[in-house]
């Protein structure tokens, strides 16, 4: 999970460099009056390596896939929820004597 | 005896053409997060690239939609090509958050030509 993270952080980086070197370029063709084509072919070989590794980091980073069927292995219910309908309230706790001098106890 | 009913009750409930009548909705909010999450991230990138790039026009969108396509097969391969597993429909995987990331990469592709090309 950190290293997914760090790729990606690692494949931002790539991408700022890659604009930065773009950007030098073409103050380069305005200095000799050319027309921008593309970037050189360095930037983009670090362009595609770039996206390939914030593809990855993609991918993986924002965690796995949790499968929906209610009868696999991994999603038994093993207790019930806990909402009003499971809770009982009417037991036989009730008859039990109200104490009514209790002190906590330490 | 009580085992064997419900197990075949979950089966009726299960046809053949990705229906699944009853299924566990807090993981299908789970993995459509995830497939939110890695579009949007990767829309945005995608956008800085094609700023880079310096796309114009049609090109940029050609762009983006091998990006989703790759996207797309990325996924699937993340759901080990059983997307009835993890998902109730094939529309879910391919198509979801497809119009929102296009939104973004339009974004950052402005955003990143404005300061590569023209500053």
Known sequence: ????????????????????????????LKITEEEFSGPPFNVVIELSLGL???????????????????????????SLPANLDFMIFNHRGKV???EMDLKLKH | MVHSESGSEEKKSSNAVNDLLTFNAENMQNNMK??????????????????????????????????????????VAKAKFSTQTYFDSWNRVLLDGFL????????FWTFAYDIVHIF
């Open chain 2, 34 to 75: 995830i497939i939110y999450y890695s579009r949007t991230f990767l829309s945005i990138i995608g956008g800085v690239v094609a700023g880079i790039l310096g796309f114009t026009g049609l090109k940029g969108f050609v762009f983006y939609l091998l990006l989703m396509a790759v996207t797309s097969v990325g996924l």
């Open chain 1, 52 to 78: 390939v590794l914030c593809m990855w980091a993609a991918l993986t980073v924002p965690g796995k896939f949790l499968s929906i069927h209610p009868d696999s292995e991994e999603n038994r219910i093993v």
């Open chain 1, 1 to 28: 999970m950190a290293l997914g993270f760090a790729i990606g952080v690692f494949g931002v980086l790539i991408l700022f460099h890659a604009a930065y070197s773009t950007i030098q370029y073409r103050g380069l």
């Open chain 2, 100 to 107: 929102g990331g296009l939104m973004s990469f339009v974004l």
């Open chain 1, 96 to 98: 039990f004597p109200v």
